[in-house]
């Protein structure tokens, strides 16, 4: 049986630097990945990463103090304070390992790392690689897990997480998609960076179709709690029609939006300082108005305007929002204004854990999006991701490193047959009956029913009627016809059990939303407009029961910022 001391789940940006860091201290390490490493979603990612380098003239002032202070009011106070500080503190620091490493930032005319403004951050402090910055990354970090010889076995797809009667993590079970074999892989320690799951949300994501909810809820069923589900940012640039990303770098560089009258909105809603760079959560619910209020061109969308840039700054500083429009729209960016509308683009709740990456479960850990450290609490900061990503993913590598030191190195056989049989068990009641519905039109309905009813806007009545829908659609999944039996590459096997954990997911952030009667950050809930921190300054943590998730609720660790009303 195979069996390493750690094993890391996910070769997106926190999955790598966990795997580095563990190898770096002489463990025996391997990662698991459905896909190949570069082709994770992190290397998607455009914008930047934030660290307070102060290498802008115009944030020559900056600290981690103050990046933490914008962290945790962009959080709208859910943030755990201690952990934002852990974060923004390591941020200068992991960006000098990253240069060192030879990661391509872009440079200002003396050397230094270039850094670019971006919403609710009271500084220029994203640093970048023109609008690739997650190719960069991820690129740099794949070279070295390459120069220190980590284990990869990729297209292989974690379908079970292993924890004993003891309540302590044995490894993971696999289906390796090459040949169709079930595997069980023991490991001391399984650390879980398995990304986003934005899939959820159908195809009104700027996520991958590979960002789904089936890495959070895999560790749920298996009894971890998961926490602060509820919180979905929408980010407010996504191209109209297919919701491809505009990075908030083209409103970090100058661009404008505008609605059908050519007006720069934002005046409307934030002061006239922050306009287009107020936080996320803000943008995208006045982008929604605009349009709800019939101010959007042809009553859908708005536009990102940056023609005012010129044809020079945008061909250097963004280059691939430009080949993106052309290839994707037929749109010079240089010469026409970009229709947007939000779109769903981050997960700010995941697998409960702490600043270590630790979970309730000794020997389980997450890091990265899937993980809820938290330090994006209600509404996650553009660039805020790719740094949590390499920060939690060094600091999970690194306190499992530690855990599995004095640990007998050998699998736990009897654990894993137990989960091998679950696994094989589940597989079986979902795809070995004889039901005649379609698995791909649930899942085509699933996003449509979490668009409309869990969206930018929420209501009770909206979201009593979205969950009525979402467990008609868990019903019809009960139902749905065999899955495909052939053994290699089987992706119906895939996504079919992708769409049973977004349905898991997506059940948990109904109750939750519907639960939270109040709004924060990016949950926003018309009959309860107020945030509400008598009764609501805690996080959800949700558990799996038979009968369904059950909610409880965590304290939020405070004590350096005390909250205030948000204004921008
Ligand atoms: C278009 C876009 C642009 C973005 N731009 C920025 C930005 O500029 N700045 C910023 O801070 N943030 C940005 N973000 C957010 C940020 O990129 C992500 O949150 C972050 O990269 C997630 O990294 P990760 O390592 O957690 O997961 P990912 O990079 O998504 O990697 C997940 C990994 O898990 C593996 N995996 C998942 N499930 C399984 C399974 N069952 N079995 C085996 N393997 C599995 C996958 O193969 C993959 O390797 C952006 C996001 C998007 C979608």
């Not at 080949?323 to 240089?334: A, L, W």
């Not at 409309?452 to 979205?466: D, L, S, V």
């Not at 990016?522 to 300054?537: E, I, P, V, Y």
Request: one cysteine or more; aromatic letters at 8%.
């Amino acid at each position: 049986m195979i069996f390493h001391d750690i094993i890391v789940v996910g070769g997106g940006l926190a999955g790598l630097r966990a795997a580095i860091a563990a190898k770096m201290n002489g463990v025996d390490v391997a990662v698991i990945s459905k896909l190949h490493p570069v082709r994770s979603h992190s290397g998607a990612a455009q914008g930047g990463i934030n660290a307070a380098l102060a290498n802008n003239p115009e944030g020559k002032d900056d600290t981690p103090e103050r990046h933490a202070y914008d962290t945790i009011k962009g959080s709208d106070f859910l943030a755990d304070q201690e952990a934002a500080f852990i974060m923004t503190s390591t941020a200068p620091e992991i960006i000098r390992e990253m240069e060192h490493w030879g990661c391509p930032f872009s440079r200002f005319e003396d050397g230094s790392v270039a850094q670019r403004p971006f919403g609710g951050a009271g500084f220029p402090r994203t640093c970048y690689g023109a609008d690739r910055t997650g190719h960069y990354l991820l690129q740099t970090l794949f070279e070295q897990c390459v120069k220190h010889q980590v284990k990869i076995m990729e297209e292989w797809f974690v379908l079970g997480l292993s924890i004993d009667d003891n309540r302590t993590c044995r490894g993971v079970v696999c289906l390796d998609l090459h040949n169709g074999n079930l595997e069980m892989v023991g490991a001391n320690a399984v650390i879980f960076a398995t990304g986003g799951s934005g899939r959820m949300y159908g195809t009104k994501t700027s996520n991958a179709l590979t960002s789904t909810g089936l890495g959070i809820a895999m560790p749920f069923w298996a009894g971890v709690p998961i926490k602060d589900i509820e919180f979905v940012q929408f980010h407010p640039t996504t191209l109209f029609k297919n919701n491809v990303l505009m990075t908030e770098g083209c409103r970090g560089e100058g661009g404008y939006l505008i609605n059908k009258d050519g007006e720069r909105y934002m005046g409307r809603y934030v002061s006239e300082k922050v306009m287009e760079l107020g936080p996320r959560d803000i943008v995208s619910r006045s982008t929604q108005t605009e349009i709800e209020e019939g101010r959007g061109v042809e009553g859908k969308y708005v536009y990102l305007d940056l023609r005012h840039l010129g044809a020079q700054k945008i061909m250097e500083r963004l280059p691939g929002i430009r080949e993106i429009c052309i290839d994707f729209i037929g749109i010079d960016p240089i010469e026409e204004p970009i229709p947007i509308v939000p779109g769903m683009h981050y997960t700010m709740g995941g697998i409960d854990c702490d600043q270590d990456g630790k979970t309730e479960v000794p020997g389980f850990y997450a890091a990265g999006e899937c993980a809820c450290v938290s330090v994006h609490g209600a509404n996650r900061l553009g660039g805020n991701s790719l740094l949590e990503t390499v920060v939690f993913g060094r600091r999970s590598g690194e306190d499992a490193s530690k855990y599995v030191k004095d640990k007998e190195k050998k699998a736990q056989e009897s654990a894993l047959k137990k989960s091998l049989e679950e696994v094989k068990g589940q597989l079986n009641t979902i795809g070995g009956g004889n039901g005649k519905e379609n698995p791909y039109e649930i899942r085509d309905e699933l996003g449509d029913v979490m668009v409309k009813h869990f969206g930018i806007f929420r209501t009770g009545e909206e979201m009593k009627e979205g969950l009525e829908k979402l467990n008609g659609l868990i019903e019809r999944f009960k139902k749905i016809r065999p899955i495909d039996n052939c053994k290699a590459w089987n992706f119906d096997k895939l996504w079919i059990m992708e769409l049973a954990g977004n349905l898991c997911l997506t059940e948990c952030i109904a109750l939750g939303a519907l639960n939270r009667t109040e709004s924060r950050g990016a949950h926003f809930r018309r009959d309860f407009s107020k945030r509400d921190d008598a009764n609501w300054l805690k996080h959800t943590l949700y558990r799996h029961t038979p009968e369904g998730p059950q909610i409880g609720y965590k304290e939020v660790q405070l004590g350096r910022f005390e909250p205030e009303e948000r204004k921008y």
